[in-house]
């Protein structure tokens, strides 16, 4: 029998999880299919209460229906902070749901920079929708955290829901010299956006720097912090690390991110 799980979204069509999740299939020989659902905003309600006849083993959830998705599902811990989901499974007959973001930034930063673990300081920069799963890992890994953002006061209301500080964007060249984690969660830096220009000679030796932007690879502020000697951290990892999760919850082991899954998916970029 093939097992179904797949993505719930409005639109689907463009995303790489059928990639990822195929290559996973066909590397443990795992009969299974990975499925684009689209399904209208309007149709929601009803695409959870059949999830049950549908034969469907679990989905992941992408927009605009992450949040909507966390009020029909029962919460992880993760998720009903973030009030937030990207993954559901089936648990003791009922639906459960799960946003593996965080937990994707988090085995990224295992993955290309295992010594973040002695990092305590850190310093977000953004505050966007991106940057919300971000700061929740970071907190919850015990991290004490920095928010700056352009508009200062998104970073002040997602400082307060997570637990961290909120400075202001001018502070930056201030609190790079305190800093053993430096991660941009904005939009600069990305392909037809403006670079990020932060000199990063305050920060410490041995500081990491991570992006979660993935296109380019390589961004202005990765390559500015390379060229000071400073380990690195792709939006990459992220993105097919967030992944693992929903196929631990649906298949009962965590796949491997092998190098032929990440040429894979640059070769999508
Ligand atoms: P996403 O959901 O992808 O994070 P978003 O919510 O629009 O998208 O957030 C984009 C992030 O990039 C925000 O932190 C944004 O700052 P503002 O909240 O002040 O808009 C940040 N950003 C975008 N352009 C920027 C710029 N020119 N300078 C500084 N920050 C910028």
């Given amino acids: 029998m093939v097992t179904r799980v ?14 990822i999740f195929g290559h996973w299939f066909e590397r443990y020989d795992i009969k299974a299919r990975y499925e684009l659902l689209p399904v209208h905003p309007a149709e929601l309600d009803r695409f959870f209460a059949e999830f049950g006849t549908m034969g469907l083993t679990g989905v992941n959830v992408t927009v605009p ?109 201030a609190l790079l010299g305190e800093a053993d984690l430096l991660v941009n969660t904005t939009s600069l830096g990305m392909d037809g956006h403006e670079p990020l220009k932060v000199d990063l000679a305050p920060l410490p030796a041995g500081a990491v720097v991570a992006d979660i932007v993935y296109n ?22 992220m993105l097919i690390h967030q992944a693992t999760v929903g196929f631990e919850k649906w298949f009962g082991f965590r796949p491997e991110v092998d190098a032929a899954l990440r040429a894979k998916v640059v070769a999508t970029l």
Avoid: Y
């Fill in 6 to 19: 797949g993505l719930v979204g409005f639109p689907v069509a463009h995303s790489r999880s059928p990639m």
């Fill in 65 to 173: 229906h992450k949040i909507a998705a966390a009020g029909h599902v029962r919460l992880d811990p993760v998720g009903a902070r973030l009030n937030s989901i990207n993954t559901v499974w089936m648990e003791d007959g009922a639906l459960a749901g799960t946003s593996s973001d965080g937990a994707g930034f988090i085995a990224s930063l295992d993955e290309q920079a295992p010594d973040w673990r002695s990092a305590k300081r850190g310093l977000v920069l953004g505050a966007g929708g991106a940057s919300v799963a971000v700061c929740d890992a970071l907190i919850d890994a015990g991290l004490d955290l920095v928010i700056v953002n352009r508009r200062q006061q998104r970073a002040e209301l997602l400082a307060a829901k997570v637990g961290a500080r909120a400075m202001a964007w001018d502070d930056i060249p």
């Fill in 216 to 237: 380019p690879l390589r961004t202005p502020l990765l390559e500015a912090a390379a060229a000071r000697g400073l380990t690195t951290v792709d939006g990459l990892g």
